[in-house]
T-cell receptor, first 112, second 117 residues
Framework: QKEVEQDPGPLSVPEGAIVSLNCTYSNSAFQYFMWYRQYSRKGPELLMYTYSSGNKEDGRFTAQVDKSSKYISLFIRDSQPSDSATYLCAMSLYSSASKIIFGSGTRLSIRP | GAVVSQHPSWVICKSGTSVKIECRSLDFQATTMFWYRQFPKQSLMLMATSNEGSKATYEQGVEKDKFLINHASLTLSTLTVTSAHPEDSSFYIC?????????????FGQGTRLTVV
């Protein structure tokens, strides 16, 4: 079993729709949770980060962490064609020297 | 945020030659950097962890003699693909961790697309 599981997609939704991206994980020690966005042929860029359980909102993006279920989500409201990219979840232990574990990434396509 | 610069962004080389890729942390010091490989439409695959002043730690299945890593300073790590073959063609990405009060944050380079012909 992988430490972090993520549906690879592809996921295609119409412009304006709400997108839900999810990951599950097995290591209950993870404390720091991140979402990265990667455009084709570019390095990943940090989109959201959350410490422990709870919600965090930034503009059209909302990150949710449910540690009891070992489940994290990223919601994108009013999706735009420019949101089309691969989204990777990532997580690390509560340590300044922790290696980050990535999900396999979900390819998202927003149809105009 | 912190900036990680990777160079070159793309390179084409002949089979059998070696290629060096640089990863620099521009505005912070990175004692640890990571090297990833990414094949088309696949996720990041960690190749090795680069530690300043010591030997790199390679993931299982990654040939250390083929992928030479040098982390000679706190702002530079290099990956050299030796005796490159067409199957080494891939997108190589480095990252560096920045310690925050509540965990670590990874910043990535722009990636290097290597094509071996």
């Amino acid at each position: 079993q992988k430490e972090v599981e993520q549906d690879p997609g592809p996921l295609s939704v119409p412009e304006g729709a709400i997108v839900s991206l999810n990951c599950t994980y097995s290591n209950s020690a993870f404390q720091y949770f991140m979402w990265y966005r990667q455009y084709s042929r570019k390095g990943p860029e940090l989109l959201m980060y959350t410490y422990s359980s709870g919600n965090k909102e930034d503009g059209r993006f909302t990150a949710q962490v449910d540690k009891s279920s070992k489940y994290i989500s990223l919601f994108i409201r009013d999706s735009q064609p420019s949101d089309s990219a691969t989204y990777l979840c990532a997580m690390s232990l509560y340590s300044s020297a922790s290696k980050i574990i990535f999900g396999s990434g979900t390819r998202l396509s927003i149809r105009p | 945020g912190a900036v990680v610069s990777q160079h070159p962004s793309w390179v084409i080389c002949k089979s059998g030659t070696s290629v060096k890729i640089e990863c620099r942390s521009l505005d912070f010091q990175a004692t640890t950097m990571f090297w990833y490989r990414q094949f088309p439409k696949q996720s990041l695959m960690l190749m090795a962890t680069s530690n300043e002043g010591s030997k790199a730690t390679y993931e299982q299945g990654v040939e250390k003699d083929k992928f030479l890593i040098n982390h000679a300073s706190l702002t530079l790590s290099t990956l050299t693909v030796t005796s490159a073959h067409p199957e080494d063609s891939s997108f190589y990405i480095c990252s560096a961790l920045v310690a925050r009060a509540l965990g670590t944050e990874a910043f990535f380079g722009q990636g290097t697309r290597l094509t071996v012909v």
